[in-house]
């Protein structure tokens, strides 16, 4: 379409276009609630007989223009903010499962949502089944029961570094009827559309390199709009069958494709949970979002500079980082990443857990936080921090050694980091 935005373009100007007098940058709606001059007006807003506003909680105009802006660098029909990343993983999945049901997802994922999975879903009565990123399509095939409901998965992983083959998982995914989730938090849509390789719906941490300054803590949804949910009505009920708390409203028949899953997720879920955005956190993201695709290419080059470093020194005993041409994750990297992947770099020191720990005292450049995918350079022990509740085979599953370290290039001088890193190895 010659009119198409090149994505550059959407992250200025996507998803809001003011009006003759109106405010350039979009507006902070700072209010809980909004007024109507009826209350059949306000009846046809709860019966989703008319698109409004009634309550923050539920939906505020400054998210939706944010939400509107991801839509389109994603690709997607429609789209959601929420208050978190881990917000939207879980929405994402209790979307379409519920108690007795299963969810297949790469087991190399960010140790908040493994634990999210593993340990609090289950107890709301979903089964999980974990299996590597780097499964065959016969082992992914053999993961799936007759009541799984989705598969899950990040393009990159959080910290592993491992690259996911998106168009073998929607392959697979939809060979059973089911949707593929992808949470694309360090690739952004700078760097990979995971829509355009198959996945039905993609989740962020907006917290990261969407904010990537450090100030907002958020999450989206996003609907690419084209799993058929009436098309397996039998999996998917909260969809495709009648939801007495909206008047017997059928979400897959009003919205069809392209709005369905969205509109119960706010309608039922937001309703529920109130796992709302602040419309001034909206602000920021939206901020972030202006300078992704410029602040997205240094950090993807300091990194291929950082990690070339790490790979020629003694004392690393491996780097990953899907850029090097000897990484296990490379081709795929070049298939779904080709104009770079992130800035962050998984690494394992030669040594023990010890060895990691000292590393981490002698850097000076690079911060210890647990936040990543920054403007600002940080660092951090998985094993030790994000991932510390896991066992050390499950470290070993998610490809967590002890000595790993995830090192998060920021927008800096790379050769400032590069100098820092060589100090803190030389006192190993």
Not at 74 to 90: I, K
Request: aromatic share 10%; with cysteine.
């Amino acid at each position: 379409m010659a009119n198409k935005k090149r994505i550059e373009t959407v992250c200025v100007q996507g998803g809001y276009t003011p009006k003759n007098g109106e405010p350039r940058q979009i507006p902070i709606y700072q209010s809980t609630t909004f007024k109507y001059d009826t209350s059949e007006d306000m009846g046809k807003l709860f019966d989703l007989e008319a698109s409004g506003y009634f309550y923050t909680r539920l939906q505020n105009p400054t998210n939706d223009l944010v939400a509107a802006k991801l839509c389109e660098l994603e690709g997607g029909t429609a789209a959601m903010l929420t208050s978190s990343g881990q917000a939207a993983n879980f929405f994402s999945i209790f979307n379409v499962a519920t108690a007795g049901d299963h969810v297949v997802a790469s087991s190399a994922i960010y140790g908040g949502t493994f634990n999210l999975f593993n340990v609090t879903m289950r107890k709301m009565g979903i089964d999980f089944t974990f299996v590597s990123p780097d499964v065959t399509e016969e082992e992914l095939n053999a993961a799936f029961k007759p009541n799984t409901k989705a598969l899950f998965g990040e393009t990159i992983a959080n910290p592993a570094c491992s690259v996911l083959d998106i168009e073998l998982f929607a392959k697979v995914a939809h060979s059973h009827g089911v949707p593929l989730i992808i949470d694309n938090t360090f690739a952004t849509p700078v760097n990979c559309r995971p829509i355009e390789w198959g996945a039905d719906i993609v989740t962020h941490s907006t917290t990261k390199y969407i904010d990537g300054h450090g100030v907002s803590v958020g999450g989206a949804i996003i609907d690419g709009g084209k799993f058929d949910w009436l098309a397996h009505a039998d999996k998917f009920p909260g969809l495709t069958t009648p939801d007495d708390s909206y008047h017997g409203i059928v979400y897959a028949e009003k919205f069809g494709k392209e709005g369905a899953f969205i509109t119960k997720a706010t309608a039922q879920l937001m309703r529920d949970f109130g796992s709302i955005q602040s419309p001034q956190h909206a602000f920021y993201i939206n901020l972030g979002l202006e300078s992704l695709h410029v602040r997205m290419k240094r950090h993807c080059e300091n990194a291929q500079k950082v990690a070339e470093f790490l790979e020629k020194s003694d004392k690393v005993e491996w780097v990953r980082y899907c850029g090097l041409k000897n990484d296990k994750y490379y081709a795929l990297g070049q298939k779904y990443l080709p104009n770079g992947s992130c800035g962050v770099i998984s690494f394992a020191l030669k040594g023990d857990r010890k060895t990691a720990e000292t590393f981490m005292k002698n850097l000076k450049v690079a911060a210890i936080e647990t936040h990543v995918a920054d403007a600002r350079t940080c660092c951090l022990h998985p094993a030790n921090a994000t991932h510390r509740q896991l066992t050390d085979a499950q470290l070993e599953a998610a490809g967590i050694p002890p000595t790993l370290i995830r090192y998060s290039c920021g927008i800096e001088n790379a050769e400032d980091l590069i100098a820092d890193i060589a100090d803190a190895l030389n006192k190993i």
